[in-house]
């Protein structure tokens, strides 16, 4: 009988990123299935797809949402993308808006194995960097999301466009300059925080790789590109809005002179259990700065420092490849040493060691089940039936004129699925949903941020219904409604106000008894109440 031949260790490492895309995509379309819904986030680009295929796939001028008349100056390729394969294949955009992260996300894996490939010079240490990089949660996160139909896009091309003009500065061959400007202007074109986190992690790749005369003029004529390619948007953006749009979206990216501390004490990973890839990757960034290999030390502060927000998001790249650093270059050899000693073997290369095969599996099975529960977390942010049945009933029954002041015991402005697809759903303003106002002047965004936190902290006040008055009064807002969230599913990623919740049914007993309100819609999850003007 023949034998099985061990794999190569490049060979192992080609299986092993095989394997990610097979679990990782498994993965990344289990969130949507469970949810049965888009995730958390999604109602403004919802509508903004919806106005595309209104306008006849020409790009609109301005999108209303939530009373708002804003300037449609996003970056539209993932926009486009969703619009028209809702048109061709006749699917509802609230399913698009479910599924199409998910999928594009599933390309990322691949995408990700080429560039670390690239970076590590390993197919062994970069198919175990992707194995760690599908299945980690923050690799995901906020990209399959329903705010990931332009997120996933965004995440993909920055892979490509770092892939190649890394392996530009490298290589110094002319296709990669050709595609290095395409990747780049898709980036562009794709997410504006994409698209920051692009710049400065190419002007890393310069300072590491590309230092002379020939990669400081292919790095010229890639800026050059990407911006005559993609001025198909930012130019028309520029000319019909001025830069007032971007510059107001600019100031939501939480810029703090201490964000670089933030990948040193927060846990970047969103590991529901055991955080083994923030850890490997800590012990990684060491083992780089021991063998005097800096760049992706350097790397691991670099986006904090571009664009805190979504930082940990891009953030996943590098650490998904210093983990995987670690195991290879570290914990692998010392487990084979030791076996082979045990054993009196002697061992051509790591894969050919059972414990090294057996911690490769653990690992694998590990991520995928705090993967997997992770998914069943996440999915409950998206916006129940029983909330989506309200919206409905709102949408026949109430003027369309109608405004709402929508009490959810949202933990985080970022984590309130019910006020961002109430306007969508319902065509009905929502005086404290803050999406849409980060494109418009003024300082909008932050304003209306501060407004639902206060309304939203009313919830945990011993007088709930005096305190939405008197901060109705402070803010100078109105309502004719007011929309009462009774019921929050409880996840390890937006974790629910309790607290609020025991208040409620307080709320709820005071505004029955005030002659000013009256109930008209009641069920277990909502209840919602008129104004008596």
Not at 27 to 47: E, K, Q, T, W
Not at 406 to 433: N, Q
Not at 468 to 492: C, H, M, P, W
Request: charged content about 15%; hydrophobic content about 50%; proline content about 5%.
């Amino acid at each position: 009988m023949k034998k099985i031949r061990t794999p190569t260790r490049d060979e192992a490492g080609v299986l092993i990123a095989m394997l990610a895309v097979i679990f990782g995509g498994w993965v990344r379309l289990s969130a949507p299935a469970i949810a049965g819904f888009p995730i958390n986030d999604g109602g403004l680009f919802y509508v903004m797809m919806r106005a595309i295929q209104q306008n006849d796939f020409q790009l609109p001028t301005f999108v209303k949402y939530n009373g708002l008349d804003i300037p449609f100056a996003y970056p539209p390729l993932g926009l486009y993308a969703g619009a028209v394969i809702s048109s061709l294949v006749h699917v509802d955009l609230i399913k698009i808006v479910q599924w199409l992260p998910a999928i594009v996300l599933i390309m990322t894996i691949p995408a990700f194995y080429l560039l670390s490939k690239s970076i590590l010079a390993s197919n062994f240490t970069a198919g175990i960097a992707t194995l760690i990089f599908a299945l980690t949660p923050r690799s995901m996160t906020w990209s399959i999301m329903g705010g990931g139909v332009t997120r996933s896009f965004g995440y993909l091309f920055l892979l490509l466009t770092l892939t190649n003009v890394y392996l530009l500065f490298v290589k110094r061959e002319k296709k990669y300059l050709i595609f290095s400007i395409i990747f780049s202007a898709l980036t562009v074109l794709s997410h504006p925080e994409a698209a920051l986190q692009a710049v400065g992690l190419c002007l890393l790749f310069w300072i590491f790789k590309g230092r002379d005369k020939i990669g400081t003029f292919n790095a010229l004529y890639v800026g050059l590109g990407t911006l005559i390619l993609s001025a198909i948007w930012w130019l028309p953006a520029l000319l019909r809005f001025g830069p007032d749009p971007l510059l107001a979206a600019a100031q939501t990216g939480q810029h703090s002179a201490l964000a670089v501390l933030y990948p040193i004490f927060a846990v970047l990973t969103d590991e529901p259990l055991m955080t083994i890839s923030a850890v490997l990757a800590m012990l990684g960034l060491f083992i780089q700065a021991a063998k005097r290999e800096y760049l992706l030390p350097a790397w691991y502060f670099l986006p904090f420092l571009v664009e805190p927000r979504s930082s940990p998001t891009y953030a996943m790249i590098h650490m998904s490849m210093l983990a995987g650093v670690m195991l290879t270059d570290v914990i692998f050899p010392a487990m084979m040493n030791f076996e082979a000693q045990k054993r009196n073997a002697d061992y051509q290369h790591t894969f050919q060691s059972r414990i090294t095969q057996g911690l490769i599996v653990f690992i694998g099975f590990y991520l995928m089940g705090s993967a997997f529960y992770f998914d069943t977390q996440i999915a409950k942010t998206a916006v129940p039936p029983a909330h989506r049945e309200a919206f409905e009933w709102i949408s026949i029954n109430t003027p369309a004129d109608s405004r709402f002041l929508a009490l959810t015991v949202a933990p985080k402005i970022f984590c309130d699925s019910i006020s961002e697809w109430f306007p969508a759903l319902t065509d009905r303003i929502s005086i404290t949903t803050i999406q849409g106002n980060e494109w418009l002047p003024a300082h909008r965004f932050a304003n209306v941020a501060e407004e639902q936190s206060a309304f939203q902290g009313c919830l945990y006040a011993d007088l709930p219904l005096r305190c939405v008055e008197d901060t109705t009064r402070k803010f100078g807002l109105q309502y004719d409604y007011i929309y009462i969230a009774q019921q929050t599913a409880s996840n390890q990623f937006c974790q629910g106000g309790s607290l609020a919740l025991a208040h409620i049914d307080r709320f709820i007993f005071d505004l029955g008894l005030d002659e000013n309100y009256k109930s008209v819609y009641s069920t277990n999850s909502v209840t919602i109440f008129s104004l008596n003007h």
